[in-house]
């Protein structure tokens, strides 16, 4: 049995150096990466890390949009189709700061209403706005999308960069991003949610434009991961499709086939360091460690695990770190603190 965890934002965010100095929180990992055989690439985003696992091609843009629409089921099949996100645009001092699932909620009657008022504004040029989850919306048009957007994961918890729409039809997507921002800015709804104390739907995130690729990529035949992206990917690619368990030692009481490929993502640290900060993504890692890695690294060898591969996204790097059995006796390969592994590949 082989399997790959990714887990983005693993490794260390600028500026935590004092935090992370001295800890224990990464004693397996370190074991790992020490003893691994690792190599070394740019940074990545994660909605491109898994299009490129499952060999989906870029076009004008990662074609995410109609790949989550089927599995959302929207007829995908045809047409040209866009995410338009809800989010919150966070004003602070110096920039603007965006937040997104998961770190909203917004409820069905909520979803339905803000929709209407942005289909009524927009009928009259053909748009229509999809809205079969509160937190995933589509455009879908009969014509080519004509943008290019940053991923969700590029952006999420950051300072938004000037000017992020690309492609030949960027004006006129940001003229339809303005125009909704207004009508956002003074719905009933927003002031609903402003009196509650929670964050206005002030913009929509534009991104994932494209038509309905293919998806020849049969690497996993089994995905682990609450991501709607990885589930529309299994079940383009025929792999099985379950929720993360809680920790390795649940994930093997499931009883995964000895033969089988698995992919697990992990995805607390990413949303913890951008939303919660350095203290929260210091907590995860180290719940990460205990309950994943060390069983994992303890593991190898035997209960069928013949390899393990752990893809880690950070700051301009992405690690890809592939362990075997006969790995575990290379005892003069000493651990590799966190630190040191990501200053190794700048």
């Not at 927003?190 to 913009?203: D, F, H, K, M, T």
């Not at 490929?261 to 203290?279: K, M, N, S």
């Amino acid at each position: 049995m082989h399997l790959t965890l990714f887990i983005p934002d693993l490794l260390p965010p600028p500026g935590a150096e004092a935090l992370i100095a001295g800890s224990e929180s990464a004693a397996a990992l370190g074991r790992i990466f020490g003893r691994g055989e690792t190599e070394r690439f740019p940074e990545v985003d994660s909605e491109v890390w898994l299009c490129q696992a499952f060999e989906v091609e870029p076009r004008e843009d990662w074609p995410v949009a109609p790949l989550t629409a089927a599995v959302d089921g929207l007829p995908a099949e045809s047409g040209w189709w866009l995410r338009a996100d809800p989010v919150h645009l966070q004003l602070l001092r110096n920039h603007t700061r965006l937040l997104a699932a998961p770190a909203l909620t917004l409820d069905a009657q909520e979803t339905a209403a803000l929709a209407a008022a942005l289909n009524a504004h927009f009928s009259g040029e053909g748009l229509e706005l999809l809205t079969p989850h509160p937190l995933r919306w589509y455009f879908r048009q009969d014509e080519t999308i004509g943008l290019a957007a940053p991923m969700p994961s590029a952006l999420a918890g950051r300072p938004l960069p000037p000017n992020a729409l690309s492609g030949p039809r960027s004006s006129h997507w940001h003229r339809v991003l303005t125009e909704a921002q207004m009508i956002l800015h003074e719905h009933p709804v927003n002031q609903a949610r402003e009196a509650r104390g929670l964050p206005p739907i002030n913009s929509l995130l534009l991104w994932g434009g494209g038509r309905k690729p293919a998806v020849p990529g049969r690497h996993f035949t089994q995905i682990w991961s609450e991501d709607p992206l990885a589930m529309a990917l299994a079940v383009q690619a025929g792999a099985e499709y379950q929720n993360v368990p809680a920790s390795a030692a649940l994930w093997f009481g499931q009883r995964p086939g000895a033969s089988d490929r698995h992919l697990v993502i992990l995805d607390r640290a990413h949303f913890a360091l951008r939303y919660e900060g350095p203290e929260a993504w210091l907590r995860v890692l180290s719940a990460l460690d205990e309950r994943w890695l060390a069983p994992l690294y303890g593991t190898l060898g035997h209960r069928d695990l013949e390899e393990l591969v752990i893809v880690a996204t950070g700051p301009s790097l992405c690690l890809r770190c592939t362990l075997r059995p006969v790995d575990r006796l290379k005892f003069w390969r000493r651990p590799l603190t966190l630190q040191v592994t990501a200053a190794q590949g700048k």
